[in-house]
């Protein structure tokens, strides 16, 4: 069963604005992962936070996790055009590969 | 530093036919992992390899899939004989060591899939 489910599966915005993804999971987890897939091509990692982590920052990007809801949130703050793409979060729970959800798909209008 | 390497780009079989894909992961990554992605879907485990032996192959369809990593560098994922239901694109990635890698993936471009 999928670990990680991302909320919406579909989000539109304009340039400039600020698009937020949530992803919720099931079990205990090491570290939560995003991920960026540009139409046709691979995952691209974004930004990690791990368990005793709440909340982190990498450019435009934040990241909050809360353990306690087993649930993350991906900020993406003045998207551009560039930024459509669909982002996955990944949980990684020990040794094994990481639980991918099924995504969000953001379309940055210009 | 290079990236994973997969080939080919893409592939169009006929069903019961088969096929195999080839990656080579960033140089020095122990661990390889084969993804299956169906369109609007997030990737899959298939298996995952660690140096030549296989740490998880619990998702994959052993009937008709195969995988091998020999020498613990590049590998191949075949599958034989193709159903429609196959139609994805199959990703292949590749992690370091420790913990300071925290499982970070690194993926390749994949393979697009279509079996007519």
């Known amino acids: 069963s999928q670990q990680g489910e991302e909320d919406p599966q579909a989000l539109s915005i304009q340039e400039g604005e600020n698009a937020t993804m949530n992803c919720s999971y099931k079990t205990s987890i090491n570290n939560l992962q995003w991920y960026r897939q540009n139409s046709g091509r691979g995952l691209v990692h974004l930004i990690l936070?791990?368990?005793?982590?709440r909340e982190k920052h990498s450019g435009r990007l934040r990241v909050t996790l809360d353990t306690s809801k087993k649930s993350s949130s991906l900020l993406i703050t003045a998207s551009r055009a560039a930024d459509t793409a669909s982002y996955f979060c990944?949980?990684?729970?020990?040794?094994?590969?990481?639980?991918f959800g099924s995504g969000t798909r953001l379309q940055v209008q210009p | 530093e290079a990236g994973v390497a997969q080939s080919p780009r893409y592939k169009i079989i006929e069903k019961r036919q088969s096929v195999a894909f080839w990656c080579n992961p960033i140089?020095?990554?122990?661990?390889l992992y084969w993804y299956q992605q169906i369109l609007g879907q997030g990737p899959k485990l298939l298996i995952q390899?660690?140096?030549?032996?296989?740490?998880?192959d619990s998702q994959l369809p052993k009937d008709r899939f195969s995988a091998e990593r020999l020498k613990g560098v590049d590998s191949t994922l075949k599958i034989q004989p193709a159903k429609l239901e196959d139609s994805a694109v199959y990703l292949c990635?590749?992690?370091?060591?420790?913990?300071?890698?925290?499982?970070?993936?690194?993926f390749g471009a994949g393979t697009r899939l279509s079996v007519l």
């Open positions: 990635a590749s992690s370091g060591e420790g913990r300071q890698s925290g499982n970070i993936q690194y």
């Open positions: 990944a949980v990684n729970t020990g040794r094994r590969a990481l639980t």
């Open positions: 140089s020095g990554h122990a661990t």
């Open positions: 390899f660690q140096n030549n032996g296989v740490v998880d």
């Open positions: 936070i791990r368990s005793n982590e």
